[in-house]
């Protein structure tokens, strides 16, 4: 397991992905719905930098960087050393994130990184372009979770910067097993136990100032629910007079805040907000979109199904 652990960053959190196939299957490769699970996953958290070798019928929806090319005695110098830069490719969503899977994957060359920004820093991509020995560096301070394989390509290293980061995405990948119906092995930590979700209510009321006869020209009175964990949190609003409905306005990350996307739909922690707003009588659950306005909110399965 040499080439697993080299994969591993210093004082990171991990976990090894593996499954059984019947009849077993010997170098078969990653399966289809494990592709599946896990890019769903790694894409709900950012977009996903990966090492790009054949750039050829790459899915349109990859945007790639091109490596510096050295003068060749350095590139010679490189190829010796093990060093030479890899092309990376950015994806924003699950069918761009599968192509890493086919990238030398089963060769193990391939290292993938969840960004916690739309574009990593410039040492980031430089360390993800080259280094293939991350235990003796940090995990990038810019990034969520590394992706890379296990073993001959048949199991999947997933190696965070914290416990909870890393539970929140094995609580993710054992969500999404689930509801395909398949089966999940383990101790707690593999099996997806996360940190609670945190929620916060507080009671709002936007009114004018009363006339004469203490009647308001607008009144608005309404709960925010706040649900949190790590450093996302999710925001709905339900109105007083609508008690039977809530409606998710935002996700905040950080400093910055952000319309639900498509993304979102799949995280583990909107889909345990969900269940508690459901829990609470809320039978209409609704979001707001960039274009549409409030859209009903439907919960997206791994596979692309609702």
Request: glycine content about 6%; hydrophobic content about 45%; aromatic content about 8%.
């Amino acid at each position: 397991m040499f080439r697993t652990t080299a994969f591993t960053p210093m004082r990171s959190a991990a976990a090894l992905l593996t499954w059984e196939m019947d009849p077993p299957l010997h170098d078969a490769g990653v399966p289809a719905a494990i592709i599946d699970i896990v890019s769903q996953v790694a894409v709900s958290l950012g977009p996903v930098a990966f090492r790009l070798f054949w750039p050829h019928d790459l899915p349109a929806e990859l945007s790639t960087l091109a490596a510096p090319r050295a003068w060749l005695p350095m590139r010679l110098y490189q190829r010796l050393t093990r060093t030479w830069p890899a092309d990376i490719a950015v994806a924003n969503d699950a069918r761009g994130t599968a192509e890493l899977f086919k990238q030398d994957w089963q060769l193990q060359g391939q290292t993938a990184l969840v960004l916690r920004a739309a574009r990593p820093s410039e040492t980031t991509i430089g360390t993800l372009r080259s280094l293939r020995d991350w235990h003796g560096v940090c995990f990038p301070s810019d990034a969520r979770l590394l992706i890379a394989p296990a073993v001959d390509g048949d199991g999947i290293l997933l190696a965070a910067a914290s416990e909870d980061e890393l539970a929140d995405v094995l609580a993710g990948i054992g969500q999404a097993v689930r509801m395909l119906g398949m089966t999940l092995d383990g101790d707690a930590s593999a099996t997806g136990e996360r940190p609670a979700m945190n929620v916060a209510i507080s009671h709002h009321v936007d009114a004018s100032e009363p006339d004469e006869q203490g009647f308001h020209d607008y009144h608005y009175e309404y709960d925010i629910y706040r649900f949190s964990r790590a450093d996302r949190t999710y925001v709905a609003r339900s109105y007083v007079e609508e008690t039977d409905r809530a409606d998710f306005l935002s996700r905040l990350q950080g400093d910055e805040s952000h319309v639900l996307g498509a993304a979102d739909l799949t995280h583990p922690l909107l889909l345990e907000a969900v269940d508690y707003l459901r829990a609470a009588g809320k039978t209409t659950i609704e979001r707001l979109s960039e274009s549409e306005g409030y859209v009903p909110l439907e919960i997206a399965k791994p596979g692309g199904g609702n």
